[in-house]
């Protein structure tokens, strides 16, 4: 309540009541200034979540793509102390997300590389290792390992579509295990089974390495378009893009998500909603 109105409502009665008194006598006013606030929050958090749960590639009846086999870091191309830092990063937002970690010694399947010939590098790697982009059709292949439309931060993501993964003379091999979906339930949900991300040390140099590791966990964790509209939401999506402020890091509107991501039930159809509620719960109770 503010004190002109206090003021104002004690001369109204009197003088009789001080100003908690009064302020116990009108609290439509309180809800109705909280009222607004909450639907504007509501409205930018089912923004946020409609950018980033845009899922890439598949349709909005199948489930978002997470980890669900453990993730085993592997980070390269940095002095030995900035690898450590880079893996102590994401290691804590991995956790803190609740999204499965290996124990050490592991096979890696989120691997990070940090040089400044990204081009050279992705291909000498896909030419040693035909298997690196999984079932992706060859123009999809070119398209990413094109230098015309390369980012500061490329990241390449293998998902097994609801199938259980396997391993035969060295390379991915998948099982067809769909089961029919009912109209409440998804028998099938899509994984990530190994994600790599390119660091182009050139086109990154602007960014701390807890801002790299920030962006590599929040798109390495989940399938979010790179390119998806998040609204007013602060996000460390917007790293690289050209704006007056660049995030300092994951936002709490981003660690919301990715908790909320891997504590909702993939199998449900009611998931993206229940993200939003989640969203709005961790943000409402974090200031």
Sequence with gaps: MSRTYCRWAT?????????????AMFPARVEAAVEPQQADLRQRVEAFVRGVTKNPGFADSESLVRWNAPI??????????????????????????????????????????ETSEPDRILEAWYAR?????????????????????????????NIDRGRKAGTRLGHFVPSNNNAESSSFVRNAVLS?????????TNLASQATLDQQADYMAMVGLSNVDLDADIGSAPSILRLFVSGPTPP??????????????????????????DIVERVMYEISHSK
């Excluded at 009789?16 to 302020?23: K, P, Q, V």
């Excluded at 940095?78 to 804590?92: G, H, I, M, N």
């Excluded at 990530?192 to 182009?200: E, K, P, T």
């Excluded at 891997?262 to 009611?270: A, L």
């Design 11 to 23: 001369v109204a009665v009197g003088g009789l009541l001080g100003c908690a008194a009064i302020g």
């Design 248 to 273: 300092a890091g994951l936002s709490p509107w981003d660690a919301a998500f990715v908790k909320a991501l891997y504590h909702s039930d993939q199998t449900s159809r009611t998931q993206r909603h």
């Design 129 to 157: 290792n035909k298997q690196l982009f999984g079932d992706a059709t060859l123009s999809q292949i070119h398209q990413f390992l094109d230098p015309s439309g390369s980012r500061p931060i490329r990241v390449w993501r």
């Design 192 to 200: 990530l089974f190994s994600v790599f991300a390119i660091v182009d």
């Design 72 to 113: 085993c870091l592997f980070a390269a191309g940095l002095p030995e102390e900035d690898l450590k830092a880079v893996s102590a990063r994401l290691t804590q937002i991995i956790l803190a997300a609740g999204a499965p970690l290996a124990r050490e010694p592991c096979q890696p399947n989120f691997v990070i590389i």
